[in-house]
């Protein structure tokens, strides 16, 4: 069974959760399917839009592309090992960003019009999922006023180096701890990803002042 604590060693109700609603999932429950939907849609959709960039996501249609992924998610839980919120976000973001790329590679065999949108839907008993979250702004808890400004901020992230941007998605976006952003980003402790990642900060600052003044 999986315990969900906090780093002190104390109980984490949000991560509790997660897991009696992956549960509930597991067994049939399409509510429980909706709530993790509703959950963490945003955060999963804006990782695998930084992550992936422009050209494939007006490939793909992401509703399609989140709903597969947590599907997929809830059928394979028992072989992940859940050991915070954010490693959980961050396997749904790969989950994610694996079905975008086999539908693009999809798209490319069967030379589609690039305009189109490719559809990735299941017919199956999963398939009146509701997906029609509200947007939570970028860096999560809400930061941003709108939509407008988190566009703007993605389109300055994207163009950072691809160290930057990861030190960005783990820390802001999956909320991952500074040990685990050093894991995944191989500096070589937690205090030199908080320095990379100020540095991070920083050039994502210029670059956001840099569009506002054009």
């Not at 695998?48 to 394979?76: H, K, M, N, P, Y």
Request: aromatic share 4%; proline share 4%.
């Amino acid at each position: 069974m999986v315990e969900a604590l906090q780093e002190d060693g104390r109980p984490d109700p949000d991560l509790t959760v997660t897991i009696d609603l992956l549960r509930s999932a597991q067994k049939g429950d399409k509510e429980a399917l909706n709530r993790l939907l509703e959950r963490y849609y945003e955060r999963v959709r804006s990782i695998v839009r930084l992550r992936l960039g422009s050209r494939l996501r007006q490939r793909v249609e992401s509703s399609d592309i989140l709903q597969e992924t947590f599907i997929a998610a809830v059928e394979s839980f028992d072989h992940f090992e859940l050991r915070d919120e954010a490693s959980f976000i961050n396997w749904l973001a790969k989950i994610a960003e694996r079905q975008v790329l086999a539908a693009a590679d999809h798209h490319n065999a069967q030379k589609r019009n690039p305009s189109r949108e490719v559809s990735l839907h299941r017919d199956d008993e999963n398939s009146d999922l509701r997906i029609d979250p509200v947007a939570s702004g970028l860096l999560p808890p809400d930061q941003l006023a709108n939509r407008e400004q988190t566009a703007m901020v993605e389109a300055c992230i994207a163009t950072l180096p691809e160290a930057y941007r990861e030190l960005i998605i783990l820390r802001n976006y999956a909320g991952a701890s500074w040990d685990v952003v050093a894991a995944q980003t191989q500096r070589p402790s937690a205090a030199a990803a908080r320095m990379m990642h100020a540095k991070a900060i920083v050039e994502l600052g210029k670059a956001v002042r840099r569009t506002m003044k054009s």
